[in-house]
């Protein structure tokens, strides 16, 4: 089951590039809720280029690019969850949570 939040996170730290997380610009760890949690593996990474659109009165709006990393990480308990960042620009979000 999955549960959508689109919160803003607190902090996001980035694995350094060779650090075998996964890729260079990787979550290591974030803060969300005031809850520090440490990425254990990177399950999937992907993103959508940035764009150009056409809002609803015909002005155009420039979509920054925009890269998903879907995580399993743990707060210092014992169970793991699957989490799913998103970055647009400087600004990072959590989308989504599994259970």
Same mark, same amino acid.
């Given at each position: 089951?999955?549960?959508?939040?689109?919160?803003?996170?607190?902090?996001? #730290? +980035? &694995?350094?590039?060779? &650090? *075998?997380? %996964? &890729?260079?610009? %990787?979550?290591? %760890?974030?803060?969300?809720?005031?809850?520090?949690?440490?990425?254990?593996?990177?399950?999937?990474? =992907?993103?959508?280029?940035?764009?150009?659109?056409?809002? *609803?009165? *015909?002005?155009? #709006?420039?979509?920054?690019?925009?890269? +998903?990393?879907?995580?399993? %990480?743990?707060?210092?308990?014992?169970?793991?969850?699957?989490? #799913?960042?998103?970055?647009?620009?400087?600004?990072?979000?959590?989308?989504?949570? =599994?259970?």
């Amino acid at each position: 089951m999955t549960k959508r939040y689109r919160e803003r996170l607190e902090e996001v #730290e +980035l &694995a350094p590039g060779n &650090a *075998g997380v %996964a &890729a260079e610009d %990787a979550p290591a %760890a974030f803060r969300w809720r005031g809850q520090r949690y440490r990425v254990l593996s990177v399950l999937g990474h =992907w993103y959508e280029d940035e764009g150009w659109w056409q809002r *609803g009165d *015909g002005l155009p #709006e420039r979509i920054e690019r925009t890269d +998903l990393w879907r995580v399993e %990480a743990r707060n210092g308990v014992p169970t793991r969850g699957v989490y #799913e960042l998103v970055r647009r620009g400087e600004v990072w979000r959590l989308d989504r949570v =599994w259970d």
